[in-house]
């Protein structure tokens, strides 16, 4: 970093400083995001009210509608509130905030406040509190928020191992383990490809990145696998070893839907032993009901989310507000990606919902939480006075 705050192109991947000569753009970028997550919004809901129109009776079903749109409401406000604040208006409290996610990461194994769901302990029930919180989902968020407010801090300090790498790696370390001792290999899986993306941009070294990623990858795999009987079990699903009758049915499910699909609320798999159609492989029910037409639709969001998302990062130019805008939004594609997956047999069966489009509480709240940080950072440019993060010089006239 130099004298002026600085950062030298070298160290930062991502270089805004030749891509933002017209600030606007970023406004366009992000209206397009909120555009494209209410789509998905809005799809959602309709998958959804379908599901509940065949699985309920009839008097329950009301109930079950108020509730889809009450916490899709919710969200927005969620989204809503999170793009007012963006990165700068979080930074001043990120300190406690990252220590409230640890306390609740910790809560998951304190009887009393843990909630077991099939054998995990992923969610906790706070005492007066209406629903209950999965903190993994919030750990995503807070990570990437912390990591790249330390990597617009240390500035080119990032590539020193000692006084700037290290010390972020371990902070993944321990967010990571606490999350894979729950046990949830995936949500660590997905915590540390977002947390090391928004480093690797941020400027830290290839070399380090290089074996760091490896080892922490390969480790949770080993040690998930040699602890957890489950985790073995569906590694030998994927490889083809073993059997599963719930990702063979989903992709049955998604087969029998052809081009245009059976028709909304017709699909049948949902009766017929194929569980959590309405979260874990909600895809299968897009696909059966949807058709080839729908899946598009819903991967071609995604796709445009991210597209749209990238713009909106590459014109941000203050380095703390475009590093958490890119790490929140990648938490929200890569996490798409690994269900899409998982529901077509590409990767061993784990639970994880489909952003915007699966039924959940916290993860949804959690979800707008992301996307409202990344469209506050695009909302507001400029770096509050006496801010210690850094900001790249200006773009040159040609």
């Known amino acids: 970093m130099s004298s002026h705050g600085t950062v030298s192109k070298a160290s930062v991947p991502l270089d805004w400083s030749m891509s933002h000569t017209r600030p606007e753009s970023a406004s366009k970028a992000a209206w397009a995001v909120l555009g494209t997550v209410l789509a998905l919004m809005a799809f959602g809901l309709l998958v959804q009210i379908s599901h509940a129109s065949t699985t309920l009776p009839k008097a329950a079903f009301g109930h079950e509608v108020r509730n889809l749109v009450g916490m899709r409401l919710a969200g927005l406000f969620v989204l809503g509130v999170a793009a007012w604040m963006g990165p700068r208006g979080i930074e001043r409290f990120l300190p406690w905030i990252t220590g409230a996610v640890l306390i609740l990461l910790v809560l998951v194994f304190l009887p009393g406040f843990q909630s077991q769901i099939n054998g995990s302990r992923r969610w906790v029930q706070l005492p007066g509190f209406p629903m209950t919180l999965q903190p993994s989902e919030l750990a995503r968020v807070v990570g990437v928020l912390w990591v790249a407010w330390r ?32 046990p949830d290999l995936g949500g660590a899986l997905l915590f540390l490809v977002c947390y090391l993306s928004v480093l690797f941009v941020g400027g830290a070294r290839w070399t380090h990145m290089g074996l760091s990623a490896c080892a922490l990858l390969a480790g949770s795999l080993v040690v998930a696998a040699t602890a957890f009987h489950y985790v073995r079990e569906r590694l030998a699903i994927w490889m083809g070893d073993s059997t599963n009758d719930q990702v063979r049915r989903a992709m049955e499910a998604i087969a029998s839907g052809d081009g245009l699909g059976v028709g909304i609320g017709q699909g049948g798999f949902r009766n017929q032993s194929l569980q959590y159609m309405q979260t874990d492989y909600v895809f299968s029910m897009v696909g059966e009901e949807f058709g080839l037409l729908g899946s598009a639709l819903v991967i071609g969001l995604f796709l445009a989310l991210l597209f749209h998302g990238l713009r909106m990062v590459r014109a941000i130019p203050d380095r703390f507000s475009a590093l958490a805008a890119f790490g929140l939004l990648v938490s929200v594609v890569v996490q798409a990606m690994l269900h899409l997956q998982v529901v077509t047999g590409l990767a061993p069966p784990k639970g994880m919902n489909l952003p915007f489009v699966s039924d959940g509480g916290s993860a949804l709240l959690a979800t707008c939480l992301a996307v409202g940080i990344a469209l506050g950072a695009a909302r507001g440019h400029g770096v509050p006075r006496g801010s210690l993060s850094n900001t790249p010089a200006s773009p040159k006239k040609s």
Do not use: H, K, T, W
């Open 151 to 182: 990597c617009a801090l240390l500035g080119d300090g990032v590539q020193d191992a000692r006084r700037g790498y290290l010390p972020m790696l371990a902070m993944a370390g321990l967010f990571a383990g606490l999350i894979l001792a729950e």
